[in-house]
T-cell receptor, first 115, second 115 residues
Framework: GENVEQHPSTLSVQEGDSAVIKCTYSDSASNYFPWYKQELGKRPQLIIDIRSNVGEKKDQRIAVTLNKTAKHFSLHITETQPEDSAVYFCAAITGRGSTLGRLYFGRGTQLTVWP | KAGVTQTPRYLIKTRGQQVTLSCSPISGHRSVSWYQQTPGQGLQFLFEYFSETQRNKGNFPGRFSGRQFSNSRSEMNVSTLELGDSALYLC??????????????FGQGTRLTVV
C-alpha cells in the first residue's frame, strides 16, 4: 500500500518566519494530497489540498507544492503567527478503486511559533 | 450545514467490555472512514464505508468492526476491550462520489479510555 513519510517531526520558528514541512509518498497512483492542522484537543482540520494535475496551490499565507516525478509534496507557511502552532499532517489518497476513501497519513509535524 | 458529529465525546470502559461509537456525516456525504489516533502511532486507518458497504479495511484485529446505515450514519464497535485500545477515535466523512477523491472532514472524535 501507500507509504507517506513526513519531515521534520518538530519545527520551531520565530513569529514572522516561514515554515516548510515536507512529505514523500510511494504510490505513483496517488492523486490527492490534503494537509490537516490539529490543535491540541481538537479535530484535524483540512487547511489546503492539491490534486496531481496541479503543481502548486496557494491560499493566503499557506501554499502547497507537488512534484509528481520525485513523489514529494510540501506545505509552506509564510509570516507565521503563534496561532499557527499545531500539529500538521500530510496525507495521500491513491486513485485505485480498492483504496478509494482511505487517507494515508504522515506521522505529523509539531510546529511551534515563538512570539 | 452541520459538520461531522461523533458521540459520545468521552468514554471510560473496563477491560473485556465492548463499546459502540457513532458518527453522523455531513449531509449528502456517503463515505465514512474511521481512524484511531494515539501519541505513538499517529493516525491509523480502521475502515471506510461507502453506501453501506465496507470498501477498505486497515490492519486491525477482528475485534474492531463497523457498519453504515442507509442514512450514511456509521457505527464502530470494539469488543473485548484491551488497555491498548485507549485512543481518540476519529471519523471522517466525504462525498465519496465515483472515482474522484474528495475532501474529507473530521468529527471531534471519541476519547476512549480503557481501565
Amino acid at each position: 500500500g501507500e507509504n507517506v513519510e513526513q519531515h521534520p517531526s518538530t519545527l520551531s520558528v520565530q513569529e514572522g518566519d516561514s515554515a516548510v514541512i515536507k512529505c514523500t509518498y510511494s504510490d505513483s497512483a496517488s492523486n490527492y494530497f490534503p494537509w490537516y492542522k490539529q490543535e491540541l484537543g481538537k479535530r484535524p482540520q483540512l487547511i489546503i489540498d492539491i490534486r496531481s494535475n496541479v503543481g502548486e496551490k496557494k491560499d493566503q499565507r499557506i501554499a502547497v507544492t507537488l512534484n509528481k516525478t520525485a513523489k514529494h509534496f510540501s506545505l509552506h507557511i509564510t509570516e507565521t503567527q503563534p496561532e499557527d502552532s499545531a500539529v500538521y499532517f500530510c496525507a495521500a489518497i491513491t486513485g485505485r478503486g480498492s483504496t478509494l476513501g482511505r487517507l494515508y497519513f504522515g506521522r505529523g509535524t509539531q510546529l511551534t511559533v515563538w512570539p | 450545514k452541520a459538520g461531522v458529529t461523533q458521540t459520545p465525546r468521552y468514554l471510560i470502559k473496563t477491560r473485556g467490555q465492548q463499546v459502540t461509537l457513532s458518527c453522523s456525516p455531513i449531509s449528502g456525504h456517503r463515505s465514512v472512514s474511521w481512524y484511531q489516533q494515539t501519541p505513538g502511532q499517529g493516525l491509523q486507518f480502521l475502515f471506510e464505508y461507502f453506501s453501506e458497504t465496507q470498501r477498505n479495511k486497515g490492519n486491525f484485529p477482528g475485534r474492531f468492526s463497523g457498519r453504515q446505515f442507509s442514512n450514511s450514519r456509521s457505527e464502530m464497535n470494539v469488543s473485548t476491550l484491551e488497555l491498548g485500545d485507549s485512543a481518540l477515535y476519529l471519523c471522517a466523512s466525504s462525498l465519496g462520489r465515483g472515482t474522484v477523491n474528495t475532501e474529507a472532514f473530521f468529527g471531534q472524535g471519541t476519547r476512549l479510555t480503557v481501565v
